[in-house]
């Protein structure tokens, strides 16, 4: 649409109850960014993503998206959300469907695709994750990593904008998260716009086009991964590398 | 027993009031209280202050009293049912409609909240992901209270009997008064055609429960 970054957040606050959860908070993504952002727990790098589609709301502040602000609620919310895809820790997938309808529902729901077409373009994503062989089964006979790539699946099967990734291996068995994060770098590769907040290092140093650090509610640090994890400005950052990287 | 195969007329046809009493009761309740369970979720606050409000109102209130209410009261404001047996399955399920949105709404409560988030994340607007995502699995969580509700609602046609419906109830105060000799083989028929409309109830209700049952 425009030629500005893709998502903007300026002056953005938020508060749950007496708790200042974002202060501030500035941040523009360009297309085909991939920006990852980390920080201790409580620092707000939750909220923050999920405000950019609106799951939380924010009391001050401006979010637009492809140039246009978030709308309030209804149809028109719904509309933008449909352009924005998300990733949850807990996967989410309805439990009450297979992995083939998980991945349809949204064409067919909203973007009134025939059954047909979102079936075979399913078919595709699912192939594309490496789960095409689940497609008839339910969520809970499959392991969390296989669950993931599906949401990975569904969520791409809207032709999203920008991708979120909140914590998307969080909730994985070890030996579970890097099939996720093979796929989430191969996206990162072929130009989608992403927002992964993550406790993975190794993913931020080689797939991140910048480090986005918050602590406490506002963003202190934001450089690309290289600068950032050799050189890092602020003594917040130095801490929780060392606390994260010398293990 | 003679006596029973005599009236079996007068009992096989107030059988018949009884359950379609109960079916058309149970179907227009499910149908206005599953309206009144997404009422009662929804984002916009006057439609959950009026569900919440309908709710209170008829589940607090004696079912004896609704039954008044719409055959004696309504008159009044020149309203009037097409026929008695309208006027009660009116009142069962006005009464009843109540407690299914409150099972429903336990039941909508037990849905994970993330399942929800995920359909509006993906652009769904709230009446679909009610429809689509969150009810259809409120709805296998919530078969045994419902199951609840349909046996209580079954026997609770029996107040009918007293607003001049010839169900169950009244056909066994007829045939008591009749014959009072043969009361105790009237009270078996009439409970037998209870029991008859409970019993597989509270059977199929496993069977649903167990078909539906979710994979987690």
Not at chain 2, 190 to 199: A, D, K, M, N, R
Request: hydrophobic letters at 50%; aromatic letters at 8%; glycine letters at 8%.
């Amino acid at each position: 649409m425009s030629g500005g970054p893709l998502v903007r957040l300026s002056g953005v606050n938020k508060w749950f109850g007496e708790l200042h959860v974002l202060q501030d908070v500035d941040l523009s993504i360009d297309r085909g960014e991939v920006v990852v952002v980390i920080g201790p727990s409580g620092s707000g790098k939750s909220t923050l993503c999920r405000t950019i589609n609106r799951l939380e709301a924010i009391q001050q502040g401006e979010i637009t998206i492809d140039g246009q602000r978030l709308p309030e609620e209804g149809r028109a919310l719904a509309r933008l959300r449909s352009d924005v895809g998300m990733v949850f820790q807990s996967f989410n997938l309805f439990a009450h469907k297979t992995i083939l309808e998980n991945v349809t529902l949204g064409p067919v729901k909203v973007r009134r695709q025939s059954r047909a077409e979102s079936q075979r373009r399913a078919r595709e994503l699912l192939d594309r994750v490496g789960v095409g062989a689940q497609a008839d089964k339910y969520p809970a006979q499959l392991s969390g990593g296989q669950q993931q790539r599906v949401a990975i699946a569904r969520a791409l099967a809207m032709d999203p904008k920008v991708m979120l990734f909140d914590e998307p291996t969080s909730a994985l068995d070890p030996e579970m998260i890097n099939e996720v994060l093979d796929v989430m770098t191969s996206l990162a590769r072929d130009g989608m716009t992403m927002v992964v907040v993550t406790h993975e290092m190794g993913f931020a140093r080689r797939a991140a086009n910048r480090v986005v650090f918050m602590d406490g509610g506002r963003i202190v640090e934001s450089a690309d991964p290289e600068t950032f994890f050799t050189r890092p400005r602020s003594e917040r950052a130095k801490d929780f590398l060392s606390k994260i990287l010398d293990h | 027993m003679q006596f029973i195969s005599d009236n079996s007329d007068l009992l096989w046809s107030a059988w018949l009031t009884t359950l379609s009493l109960a079916v058309a009761s149970g179907v227009c309740a499910l149908v206005l209280g599953t309206v009144l369970a997404g009422m009662r979720v929804s984002p916009v606050p006057p439609l959950r202050g009026l569900a919440t409000f309908y709710v209170e109102v008829f589940r607090n209130t004696p079912l004896t009293v609704v039954f008044f209410f719409l055959f004696f009261g309504l008159v009044y404001v020149d309203l009037q049912f097409p026929s008695r047996f309208t006027t009660a399955v009116a009142a069962l399920s006005l009464y009843t409609a109540s407690f299914v949105s409150e099972a429903l709404r336990s039941g909508i409560n037990a849905v994970p909240p993330g399942q929800a988030e995920a359909a509006r994340a993906l652009g769904l607007g709230f009446g679909q992901t009610l429809r689509t995502v969150v009810l259809p699995q409120a709805f296998r969580t919530v078969v045994p209270p419902l199951g609840n509700v349909w046996i209580a609602l079954a026997k609770n046609t029996s107040i009918a009997a007293g607003f001049a419906v010839t169900d169950l109830t009244a056909a066994l105060q007829r045939l008591a008064n009749l014959n009072a000799d043969q009361l105790l083989a009237v009270f078996a028929a009439v409970v037998l055609g209870y029991l008859v409309i409970t019993l597989p109830s509270a059977w199929l209700i496993r069977v649903v429960e167990n078909r539906v049952a979710i994979v987690r």
